[in-house]
């Protein structure tokens, strides 16, 4: 069973950083697509970022390019999401997913996903 937890959430100011984590048990992220999902209350859980199974293609929203960046780190079988530069906007409950099937490209729809974590809180105020 595939088991996914999420950590480093937490209140920050705007234009500050924050890097998240998410960890995997019962099976390693090589090999599948991850992606990086969020949740702002009220409102629909939407995509942020994703990294391909070799972990050579990687894709963001709009509203994250050029701010976040996500990285695999195969030894440590995590997935990382650096945020910078947070805006209040950011604001949410951040998810891991991953997909059961392997290789494929990069998946920017919820359904795509066939695991998830339990979410991270991240918020962003002064």
């Known amino acids: 069973q595939v088991r996914l937890v999420e950590s480093g959430g937490g209140l920050v100011q705007p234009g500050d950083s924050l890097r998240l984590s998410c960890a995997a048990s019962?099976?390693?992220?090589?090999?599948?697509?991850t992606g990086w999902f969020r949740q702002a209350p009220g409102k629909e859980r939407e995509f942020v970022a994703v990294?391909?199974?070799?972990?050579?293609?990687?894709g963001y929203a709009d509203s994250v390019k050029g701010r976040f960046t996500i990285s695999r780190d195969n030894a440590k079988n995590t997935v990382s999401l650096q945020m910078n530069s947070l805006k209040p906007e950011d604001t949410a409950v951040y998810y891991c997913?991953?997909?059961?099937?392997?290789?494929?490209?990069?998946?920017?729809?919820?359904?795509?996903?066939?695991?998830w974590g339990q979410g991270t809180q991240v918020t962003v105020s002064s």
């Open positions: 997913a991953t997909r059961a099937s392997r290789l494929g490209g990069t998946y920017f729809r919820i359904s795509d996903y066939d695991y």
């Open positions: 019962g099976r390693t992220f090589y090999g599948y697509a």
């Open positions: 990294i391909n199974w070799s972990g050579g293609s990687t």
